[in-house]
């Protein structure tokens, strides 16, 4: 019986989405799956941005409950983390005990790219914990995002793909999402 997978990531936002999200769509639909895509829903008519962001949400936890498993993109958008929509939604399927699987399209881990947003200004406490100069902990443990969202897919037994995509195309590059999406459909198919 065919499985859908949710296709989840920040590639909403891009000026070119709809391209993008074609492309994952049909590789998803090659791999013998059925994708569902948040691009793909039609925004409802209301009165206000704030209704329609409610509607959206209602529409995508709907599609999220209608689907067997979740791809997450889980590359750095607008900072040195992943889309708070998309780290939503894997944490939506995963409570509902859905397979996961994830990738990234930056090679370089969480605590790699935190080091580098501080530019050097960061240290090493007593306890050998890394800190900003803030004083705060640096989560440094090798993980593609917070260790809950790369745990989160890896402790059911999902997979999450380390990508290494030329710079500027960090959220268009597909290769990542083909290897996912292939051990994705011999999983689900198996």
């Not at 936890?61 to 689907?67: F, G, Q």
């Amino acid at each position: 019986m065919p499985k859908s997978v949710y296709l989840a990531g920040p590639e909403v936002f891009l000026a070119n989405a709809r391209e993008v999200l074609d492309a994952k769509i049909a590789l998803t639909r090659e791999a013998g799956l059925i994708p569902v895509s948040p691009g793909d829903l039609e925004f409802p008519h209301t009165d206000t941005k704030w209704e329609l962001g409610l509607a959206i949400s209602a529409i995508d936890e709907k599609l999220m409950h209608s689907a067997d498993a979740i791809i997450a993109n889980l590359t750095p958008f607008r900072g040195i983390a992943a889309d708070t929509g998309t780290c939503f939604e894997l944490g939506f399927m995963c409570a509902q005990g859905k397979p996961a699987f994830a990738y990234t399209n930056v090679r370089h881990d969480h605590g790699e790219r935190t080091k580098a947003y501080y530019a050097g200004q960061w240290s090493v406490d007593a306890t050998g914990r890394s800190r900003g100069p803030d004083g705060l902990m640096i989560e440094d443990m090798g993980f593609v995002d917070n260790l809950m969202l790369h745990g989160g897919v890896l402790n059911p037994g999902g997979v999450v793909v380390v990508g290494d995509a030329p710079k500027g195309a960090e959220l268009t590059d597909l290769t990542a999402f083909k290897a996912v999406l292939k051990i994705a459909a011999e999983r689900l198919l198996g």
